[in-house]
């Protein structure tokens, strides 16, 4: 199976148009509405969690002093070790130019990708974060990225990647908690551990969950397993075990669940038991996690402090960087992840820059209101959810 995958990623690699790497975003892409003061800055951390023998390639966003030096960012979507697609900067970050400390450490959002996607599939938002001064730390999550897609994700692997991956975004944020601390470090002293949100696409919307303590009932997953063991949420029964589990990092103040899985993961019950305030972002015409089963479904079972942005005219995919890799490699995402990878993507669905325009408008009052104590911008907030707020110019 691993070598008939390779050779049809070789296949669609011949065919390609001769133009050689593509661009996901060009540069002529207008900045985003949403964009805030600062330049941004990137630099690239590799994070290894010797305890687990994980090691996890980190992006990393920053609030830059200038522009001034440095190279542009572009950022590679490798697969299988071979670049497929190119993606620029629409902010024009620059990599490992000094970080902007005039107001002393910044504020940090952990960003989980979603399955089969990697650390680059929401660098738009990640950007506007960042210019807006908040840091921004995404990585991959061996075993559930695009080079992975290529050999196909068993349904193994997607229960083992429910378990590891809030253990990656515990072990990215020590490991951010360290470069702070290191002199010399283009993050020598930005970090504000006592401000710390996490953010998710899809399956990492359930790892976000599982960061502010959502609970699996794992005692319950075994017994509706011993009458239907067909079911692949039984495969996770052997890695959490056959009682309840909950993960919550403690650090973590607050979640931005973007077109979330995870409700039948938790369940009601198990994200009813969530401690810290949450804004949900759902996508009306989503076809991977609908968005009546999922985001207003986990919407409605939280009881902490919540939001509900529901896009309208979106797919599963509109409010990511992904669609820009269907629109420019289409061959490539179609082969990797059929109808899947285009939920969301094409002319019939809200543009991908008046989305991350919506999402952004909602997600910055929101980081202000709970990571930054900016109580005057809960109104803001509440104004991104009307109809109104959300296509205000």
């Given at each position: 199976m691993a070598v008939r995958s390779l050779l049809t990623l070789v296949?669609?690699?011949m065919a390609a148009p001769l133009t050689g790497c593509m661009a996901w975003?060009?540069?002529?892409?207008?900045?985003?509405?949403?964009?805030g003061p600062h330049p941004v800055g990137v630099v690239h951390v590799d994070v290894e969690d010797t305890h687990r023998g994980r090691e996890l390639p980190v992006e990393v966003w920053y609030p830059a002093a200038n522009r001034t030096s440095g190279p542009e960012a572009v950022y590679q979507l490798r697969t299988a070790?071979?670049?497929t697609a190119r993606l620029r900067s629409r902010l024009h970050a620059h990599r490992n130019v000094p970080a902007w400390r005039s107001e002393g450490p910044r504020p940090v959002v952990l960003l989980s990708h979603g399955a089969g996607?990697?650390?680059?599939?929401?660098v738009s938002l990640a950007e506007v974060l960042a210019s807006h001064g908040y840091i921004v730390a995404a990585p991959d999550h061996p075993g559930h990225t695009t080079s992975d897609r290529v050999f196909g994700i068993s349904d193994e692997a997607r229960a083992q990647s429910a378990y590891d991956r809030p253990l990656d975004l515990t072990a990215v944020l020590d490991a951010l908690e360290r470069r702070s601390h290191h002199h010399g470090s283009v993050l020598e002293g930005t970090i504000d551990m006592d401000r710390v949100a996490v953010a998710g696409h899809?399956?990492?919307?359930r790892a976000a969950l599982g960061m502010v303590g959502a609970r699996f009932d794992g005692a319950r997953?075994?017994?509706?397993?011993?009458?239907n063991a067909e079911d692949r949420r039984c495969l996770t029964v052997p890695i959490f075990g056959a009682k309840s589990y909950r993960y919550r990092d403690p650090r973590v103040k607050a979640a931005l669940l973007l077109t979330p899985a995870g409700f039948d993961f938790y369940r009601e019950d198990g994200i009813a038991e969530v401690d810290a305030p949450v804004l949900v972002v759902g996508a009306d015409r989503d076809a991977t996690t609908p968005y009546a089963e999922f985001s207003r479904a986990t919407y409605r079972a939280l009881r902490s402090e919540s939001y509900l942005l529901p896009l309208e005219d979106a797919g599963h995919l509109t409010a990511t960087d992904i669609c820009a890799v269907v629109d420019s490699v289409g061959f490539f995402a179609k082969a990797l992840g059929g109808d899947q990878a285009q939920d969301g993507c094409g002319e019939s669905y809200l543009s991908n820059e008046e989305a991350l325009d919506e999402v952004a408008a909602a997600a910055l009052p929101f980081l202000d209101l709970y990571l930054e104590g900016h109580t005057a911008a809960q109104a803001e907030l509440l104004a991104a959810l009307?109809?109104?707020g959300r296509h205000s110019t």
């Amino acid at each position: 199976m691993a070598v008939r995958s390779l050779l049809t990623l070789v296949a669609i690699l011949m065919a390609a148009p001769l133009t050689g790497c593509m661009a996901w975003l060009g540069p002529a892409e207008a900045p985003p509405r949403e964009a805030g003061p600062h330049p941004v800055g990137v630099v690239h951390v590799d994070v290894e969690d010797t305890h687990r023998g994980r090691e996890l390639p980190v992006e990393v966003w920053y609030p830059a002093a200038n522009r001034t030096s440095g190279p542009e960012a572009v950022y590679q979507l490798r697969t299988a070790g071979i670049t497929t697609a190119r993606l620029r900067s629409r902010l024009h970050a620059h990599r490992n130019v000094p970080a902007w400390r005039s107001e002393g450490p910044r504020p940090v959002v952990l960003l989980s990708h979603g399955a089969g996607s990697n650390r680059f599939g929401n660098v738009s938002l990640a950007e506007v974060l960042a210019s807006h001064g908040y840091i921004v730390a995404a990585p991959d999550h061996p075993g559930h990225t695009t080079s992975d897609r290529v050999f196909g994700i068993s349904d193994e692997a997607r229960a083992q990647s429910a378990y590891d991956r809030p253990l990656d975004l515990t072990a990215v944020l020590d490991a951010l908690e360290r470069r702070s601390h290191h002199h010399g470090s283009v993050l020598e002293g930005t970090i504000d551990m006592d401000r710390v949100a996490v953010a998710g696409h899809s399956f990492g919307g359930r790892a976000a969950l599982g960061m502010v303590g959502a609970r699996f009932d794992g005692a319950r997953q075994a017994r509706e397993c011993a009458d239907n063991a067909e079911d692949r949420r039984c495969l996770t029964v052997p890695i959490f075990g056959a009682k309840s589990y909950r993960y919550r990092d403690p650090r973590v103040k607050a979640a931005l669940l973007l077109t979330p899985a995870g409700f039948d993961f938790y369940r009601e019950d198990g994200i009813a038991e969530v401690d810290a305030p949450v804004l949900v972002v759902g996508a009306d015409r989503d076809a991977t996690t609908p968005y009546a089963e999922f985001s207003r479904a986990t919407y409605r079972a939280l009881r902490s402090e919540s939001y509900l942005l529901p896009l309208e005219d979106a797919g599963h995919l509109t409010a990511t960087d992904i669609c820009a890799v269907v629109d420019s490699v289409g061959f490539f995402a179609k082969a990797l992840g059929g109808d899947q990878a285009q939920d969301g993507c094409g002319e019939s669905y809200l543009s991908n820059e008046e989305a991350l325009d919506e999402v952004a408008a909602a997600a910055l009052p929101f980081l202000d209101l709970y990571l930054e104590g900016h109580t005057a911008a809960q109104a803001e907030l509440l104004a991104a959810l009307t109809p109104a707020g959300r296509h205000s110019t």
